[in-house]
């Protein structure tokens, strides 16, 4: 795997910000978006070449991807990034299925001061719309904060437990459509207001007209060619 050079640090992120912290946000970003069907490894050198950073702060961003879940090192190899299989996605689609019906219903309940705290999040969603990874993170902490509401630690504990893997599958699902991300903002709206209304029948029925659309979406493969953001990428092509 051939990593595109991203420029010098002092080009992709602000002079205060610690080298390491640059290259995890750089490096998670081009993990995140990987086409979901590929395995690859990633080594020190070739990410040193690309940041125009030194081993060390490589080598630490590299531990915390993998303390993250978001990769493997393998000593004298690289780090591992695994392949995301129609299996594993068919796989976590059915545990969020099973756990979010669940937590919506017991989050309609909750009503108004839950709709109005997740209409932040469909507001800041709306202002990330070509912004892919930010907007898929700012998916999962709408989603987190449904599960949360529900007041079951184990539930949300092991909804955390996919978070990886609801990443790069995000990103993937709104690489396949432009219209991905309008849809998804439409239909979070529609989970707010059914949250707001109380009736938690009708908050599981938005729930899974959601994730049903979400897994066609992943179904779907890339669209070919697609790029970030400059927000996303700082320059870099993949």
């Known amino acids: 795997m051939r990593l595109q050079k991203a420029g010098k640090l002092s080009s992709i992120a602000p002079p205060a910000e610690a080298a390491q912290d640059v290259v995890y946000r750089w490096l998670k970003q081009h993990v995140l978006t990987l086409p979901r069907h590929e395995a690859t490894f990633v080594t020190e050198a070739e990410v040193c070449r690309a940041t125009g950073s030194s081993r060390t702060p490589v080598r630490e961003a590299l531990l915390r991807l993998e303390s993250d879940g978001f990769l493997r090192i393998v000593p004298k190899k690289g780090a591992y990034v695994a392949a995301i299989t129609e299996a594993d996605v068919e796989s976590v689609m059915q545990a969020r299925g099973l756990v979010e019906d669940w937590c919506v219903r017991r989050a309609a309940l909750i009503g108004e001061p839950l709709a109005a705290l997740l209409d932040q999040f469909v ?32 539930l949300a504990d092991f909804y955390e437990t996919l978070r990886d893997r609801q990443l790069r599958m995000g990103v993937q699902a709104i690489a396949a ?57 700082h320059g870099s092509r993949f």
């Open 123 to 154: 507001v800041r969603q709306a202002e990330l719309q070509q912004s892919p990874v930010t907007f898929i993170e700012c998916d999962r902490e709408f989603h987190r904060t449904i599960v949360r509401s529900a007041g079951n630690p184990i």
């Open 177 to 233: 459509s432009e219209e991905r991300t309008s849809v998804v903002l439409v239909e979070h709206a529609a989970i707010v207001e059914a949250i707001r209304s109380g009736d938690p029948e009708r908050a599981a029925a938005s729930i899974a007209v959601h994730l049903s659309n979400t897994l066609l979406a992943m179904r779907s493969p890339a669209t070919a060619g697609w790029v970030r953001s400059t927000a996303d990428t």
